[in-house]
């Protein structure tokens, strides 16, 4: 029985190129506890993200391979889930529900070619089933609870 909430060992990520491969990371390992806060620091280009996209399975949508290694994670209802082989769908669903993550640069997880509002709701309606005006609602709700000045102008 895994304990451990996360789990990864001897990760390697590959990233093909016209001029051959290159190695996002290789031989990373290590298990996050229950209760545990994380913050993975090293310097650019060490593969801090790289690691952190690969447990979500979103490094592959950057043309990124996890090539090696075994990444696991117990869901809330103690299965063990292996990330790397998960159905695409299955994974969808667990983004944002039960695993989440802030990455170093969140000021780049907005594109302002679209409204704030539209980048807010669509998770809530992806990943929670809401509609499109319960989105905006709980969408407001989240931007007052942070305490964001004059949350219905920057939905848009």
Do not use: W, Y
């Not at 690969?54 to 996890?66: A, D, H, N, P």
């Not at 993550?101 to 309606?125: A, C, H, K, W, Y």
């Not at 989240?142 to 305490?147: F, H, P, Q, Y």
């Amino acid at each position: 029985m895994m304990n451990a909430l996360v789990s990864i060992d001897n990760l390697r990520v590959e990233f093909p190129t016209d001029t051959g491969t290159v190695v996002g990371v290789e031989d990373i390992s290590f298990a996050i506890q229950p209760g545990e806060t994380v913050c993975v620091v090293g310097e650019s280009g060490s593969g801090k993200s790289v690691t952190s996209l690969s447990l979500m399975r979103l490094v592959e949508f950057g043309g990124g391979r996890i090539t090696q290694g075994v990444l696991k994670f117990r869901r809330p209802d103690g299965s063990v889930l292996d990330v790397a082989g998960a159905d695409p769908a299955l994974m969808q669903g667990i983004r944002g529900n039960e695993i989440g993550m802030i990455f170093q640069e969140p000021m780049t997880s907005l594109n302002p070619v679209f409204t704030i509002e539209r980048q807010l709701t669509d998770g809530l309606r992806i990943h929670k089933g809401l509609s499109a005006d319960q989105a905006r609602t709980r969408a407001l709700e989240l931007l007052r609870a942070v305490r964001i000045p004059e949350p219905e102008r920057r939905l848009g």
